[in-house]
């Protein structure tokens, strides 16, 4: 164990339960400040604040994994797994799929570390130091606590980097499928593609955004944009949409989303189209009374809010001139830095050029298995308005 002392004056967030020790907070290291290294951490006068992760090269520093005086190491991870796990499985919101996150990093006291499960399978992030050292361990717990048959690590090389750490892709025990495997969501099915597939293959946090679509869609005009492999799309077809179009940029997403759509018996009419998503608005003529707008995130620093709140403006404009009068819209923000308020306001401003009143009906987010724990409010990162025009 090594120990972390901070500068005077820098404990306050840890005394409010923050995760993470930022790099300039640090005065100093007693000990082997080797990648990952199980840390205690102490402020200037020497009191001990808590225990996490060293990550010797990001700018977070330490990713606390507890605040209390005195925290054993052993045994700590695989105990925050197997409390991650049993509570998914006792919750009454997270019933009727096989396809859930069972552990949301900082959200289950567990920060670099992420892991969903599809099926039989469980595919696994791991974001930090702390975590990318301890692969067999975690590997092990989750397997323990899940019984999956298979394990996938996902490489995620931009974090990786951030810790100066290799990136690794592949099997963590067991033998991935070669194609990809089919998922049951409330009666939804989905082919996910764990290896090659967006995030870790599927949009889990929309979840309960899709029982909403499917409740909405009755006899209307669905638009999925931004499709992917058609969750949204699906879930209309389920819920009686009378036609349905879908849009992406991506040829393999869409391809997935024709095959989705495709195992449903009585689906209504689809169109798939592969573009741009802003030039299809501006070309299509066609009128939407279900639109779905869930684009990939615009603003992953606080200085592409700007930039974004104009791209969703034009985005919304088109939209708005493509939508019957009364139709439900839903709108996505992706980003911890657009939150509900935020994308109040952006669509309000829209609204107000596009000479369209719109009314607030819900206010959406992550599904439940995302967790987020109030000590870490950059935890929530989707929001969502469901709109009627
Ligand atoms: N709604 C999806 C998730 C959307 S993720 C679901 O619930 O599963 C964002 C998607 O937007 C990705 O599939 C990406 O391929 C697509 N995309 C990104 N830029 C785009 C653009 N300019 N036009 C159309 N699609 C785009």
Not at 21 to 45: H, K, N, Q
Not at 157 to 165: D, I, M, Q, Y
Not at 244 to 273: C, H, K, M, Y
């Amino acid at each position: 164990m090594i120990d972390v002392v901070l500068h005077p004056g820098r404990d306050r967030s840890l005394r409010r339960r923050h995760p993470w020790v930022l790099s300039g907070a640090v005065a100093r290291v007693a000990g082997e400040p080797a990648p990952g290294a199980f840390a205690r951490v102490l402020a200037a006068e020497g009191e001990v604040l808590g225990f996490g992760h060293y990550s010797p090269q990001s700018t977070l520093r330490v990713r606390m994994l507890a605040f209390e005086k005195d925290v054993a190491e052993e045994g700590l991870l695989e105990a925050r797994i197997a409390d991650a796990v049993a509570r998914r499985a006792a919750s009454p919101l997270l019933r009727d799929t096989d396809a859930v996150r069972l552990v949301n990093a900082e959200g289950d006291g567990l920060p670099g570390l992420v892991a969903d499960r599809y099926g039989d399978a469980l595919v696994v992030k791991l974001t930090s130091a702390g975590m990318l050292v301890r692969r067999e361990l975690l590997a092990a717990a989750l397997r323990e606590a899940t019984g999956a048959a298979i394990g996938f690590e996902r490489a995620d090389s931009v974090a990786a980097r951030k810790e100066g750490l290799p990136a690794r892709q592949g099997p963590l025990w067991g033998e991935p499928p070669a194609t990809p495997l089919w998922i049951c969501e409330r009666g939804r099915r989905y082919r996910v593609d764990l290896a090659e597939g967006q995030k870790t293959g599927f949009y889990l946090d929309q979840r309960d955004a899709r029982d909403l679509v499917e409740r909405l869609a009755p006899g209307r005009r669905a638009l999925d944009l931004f499709c992917y492999t058609g969750g949204f799309g699906v879930a209309a077809a389920r819920g009686g949409a009378q036609r349905l179009t879908l849009v992406d940029s991506s040829g393999p997403s869409l391809a997935l989303a024709q095959e989705n759509l495709g195992a449903i018996a009585a689906a209504a009419p689809a169109r798939f189209a592969q573009a741009d998503a802003f030039e299809f608005l501006r070309s299509d003529d066609a009128g939407y009374d279900l639109l779905i707008l869930d684009p990939p995130p615009m603003a992953r620093a606080e200085r592409d809010v700007a930039r974004a709140a104009r791209a969703y403006k034009d985005l919304l404009r088109s939209a708005l001139r493509r939508s019957a009068p009364r139709a439900y819209l839903l709108v996505f923000a992706f980003s911890h830095h657009i939150g509900p308020e935020k994308l109040r306001q952006i669509v309000f401003g829209a609204s107000l050029e596009a000479g369209r009143p719109l009314r607030v009906l819900a206010t959406l987010g992550a599904a439940p298995d995302h967790v987020v724990a109030l000590d870490h409010p950059e935890g929530a990162y989707l929001s969502g308005l469901l709109l009627e025009a």
